[in-house]
Nanobody, 120 residues
């Protein structure tokens, strides 16, 4: 069974930085894209950033220039460096791997979420 385990969330003041990590494990042959989403209560989950196995990145307009997504393919780990944080970045951040190759099939996997709180 494939698991995504996030870490690095917490409380930070506006203007500060945090780095999120997400490690995938469990019978994985390969992972194509990995990404980060975020969600607040009563709102839809929204894309923050995605990175392909080749390193191509896509960002939400709201985080461009402030957040950087990266990955270590050998470790099946994706990172999200968040700088110049704003109160509106407060959310639960979820790691996602939409197409994980395992024995006999492909799976979409989500992490359990990590809370990021930015105080003003």
């Amino acid at each position: 069974q494939v698991h995504l385990v996030e870490s690095g969330g917490g409380l930070v003041q506006a203007g500060g930085s945090l780095r999120l990590s997400c490690a995938a494990s469990g019978g994985i042959f390969s992972i194509n894209a990995m990404g980060w989403y975020r969600q607040n209560p009563g709102k839809q989950r929204e894309l923050v950033a995605i990175i392909t196995s080749a390193g191509t990145t896509t960002y939400a307009d709201s985080v461009k220039g402030r957040f950087t997504i990266s990955r270590d393919n050998a470790k099946n780990t994706v990172y999200l460096q968040m700088n110049s944080l704003k109160p509106e970045d407060t959310a639960v951040y979820y790691c996602n791997a939409p197409r994980v190759k395992v024995t006999g099939t492909y799976l979409e996997v989500w992490g359990q979420g990590t809370l990021v709180t930015v105080s003003s």
